[in-house]
């Protein structure tokens, strides 16, 4: 009876955890436009990026509805390659953990009911092969996912192609900036 009432609300807790996010793209697509025009209307200020000036735009509710779209789109998309993503990884490991009983049962298993010679040279084979391959994926997968951080995470985090042109910080330029 408690086994069959943990099953049942793990499944319903499962449900929910599927059905979340799809009941926040609504208001992810929403939220934003409807907060932004029972505010105030403010112009937004936008910096040029080539002389330092400002420019006042006033952007209507189509354009904010449609620029919370394109956030929305990318929101979803950045969050289901996320998972795809973390996906390689787990598939990755669950690669590394069946090789590494496939080299245990035809490396050693079959050598331990022979003579010690047979076990010996067995060890050596699954240490050796062990060793290698699995060491090398490890690595691999370690690279990949350090790679996954510093482009997916870094990027969806800090990087936003507004128009603004890209300047490297440059101690050379602080310095100048600071002495003249």
């Not at 799809?22 to 200020?45: D, E, G, T």
């Amino acid at each position: 009876m408690l086994m069959n009432l943990c099953i049942l609300d793990r499944v319903r807790c499962n449900l929910v955890f599927l059905l979340l996010p799809f009941f926040s793209i609504p208001v992810l697509l929403l939220a934003k436009p409807y907060f932004l025009s029972k505010k105030s209307h403010h112009p937004i200020v936008h910096a040029d990026s080539d002389n330092g000036d400002s420019a006042e735009d006033d952007h209507g509710l189509g354009e904010i509805i449609i620029h919370q779209a394109i956030e929305t789109i990318e929101f979803v998309l950045g969050m289901v390659s996320n998972t795809a993503s973390y996906l390689r990884l787990w598939a990755l490991s669950l690669a590394h953990s069946e090789l590494a009983t496939v080299f245990w049962e035809k490396a050693m298993l079959t050598t331990l009911n022979m003579n010690w010679f047979a076990a010996y040279l067995g060890f050596i084979v699954f240490a050796g092969v062990t060793f290698g391959v699995l060491l090398l994926m490890d690595v691999l997968e370690c690279f990949l996912h350090a790679l996954r951080l510093h482009w997916v995470e870094f990027q969806n985090k800090f990087y936003a192609a507004d128009g603004v042109r890209f300047a490297p910080y440059s101690f050379k330029q602080v310095i100048k900036e600071s002495q003249g």
